[in-house]
């Protein structure tokens, strides 16, 4: 895969890099999002496909990116297709240190070691190369205020950003109410990001038991509904 372009779970945590301060906002969530993430860009590629609420894999092939071909071969290992949220409430924690590590490596940021209270060493990061960053949020900024469909990608983008709880990071404030309603709307504007966003929104919710029905007076996989608000996590930067 190339690197002209970035990966989905790359932008999402290049978006929830506050610049200023080096910390993630959303962290609980964020492990979640980049999970995620990483299905969506899996299907861009064409090694995965949505099968109702489950995921299957229709091409083994690597990608060439060492994070998303770790989760294919997972996801080939299963044998079975599996439910989007079942594969991202399972144990994907860490996945937010994984693409902190990533994103320093391609030189994207660079770690800035400190301490907190004088004592407990901390790490933050700082990125190497704001306009990528100010690229990614004028794409999305882009599709809230034109209001035409974005492109999947950055529909996908939008989905997981709202899942994950950015909207507040983004879009602070009163002022940034209006914007926050139209990040959720685009949700509708791409099936596998909806699907990964409700899924991510479900494991948050504790409602991940129970698959989604289809039929009459029922969402199929995929369609947007209301998230659920009181499962969103708070703002948090660590």
Do not use: F
Request: charged share 20%; glycine share 10%; with cysteine.
């Amino acid at each position: 895969m190339g690197r002209s372009r970035r990966t989905l779970p790359e932008e999402l945590l290049l978006l929830a890099l506050d610049p200023t301060t080096g910390t993630t906002a959303q962290p609980q969530s964020l492990d979640l999002g980049l999970a995620g993430a990483q299905l969506v860009e899996l299907a861009l590629a064409g090694r995965i496909a949505p099968d109702g609420d489950r995921i299957a894999v229709v091409m083994p092939r690597p990608t060439g990116d060492p994070t998303l071909d770790s989760a294919l071969e997972l996801l080939r290992r299963r044998g079975s297709p599996v439910r989007a949220v079942h594969w991202i409430g399972g144990p994907r924690l860490g996945l937010r240190q994984v693409y902190l590590s990533h994103l320093e490596r391609c030189g994207m940021v660079h770690a800035v070691e400190g301490q907190m209270c004088g004592v407990l060493p901390t790490t933050r990061y700082q990125a190497t190369d704001t306009a990528i960053s100010r690229d990614i949020r004028a794409r999305l900024d882009s599709a809230i205020r034109t209001g035409v469909p974005p492109d999947p990608r950055t529909a996908a983008l939008a989905a997981l950003a709202h899942a994950v709880g950015l909207g507040k990071h983004l879009y602070p404030g009163n002022e940034g109410r209006s914007s926050r309603s139209r990040l959720r709307d685009l949700i509708r504007h791409d099936p596998m990001g909806g699907l990964v966003a409700h899924a991510v929104m479900d494991v948050q919710n504790g409602v991940a038991a129970q698959p989604r029905r289809t039929g009459a007076g029922r969402q199929p996989a995929g369609v947007p509904v209301q998230p659920r608000r009181r499962g969103m996590a708070r703002v948090a930067a660590h």
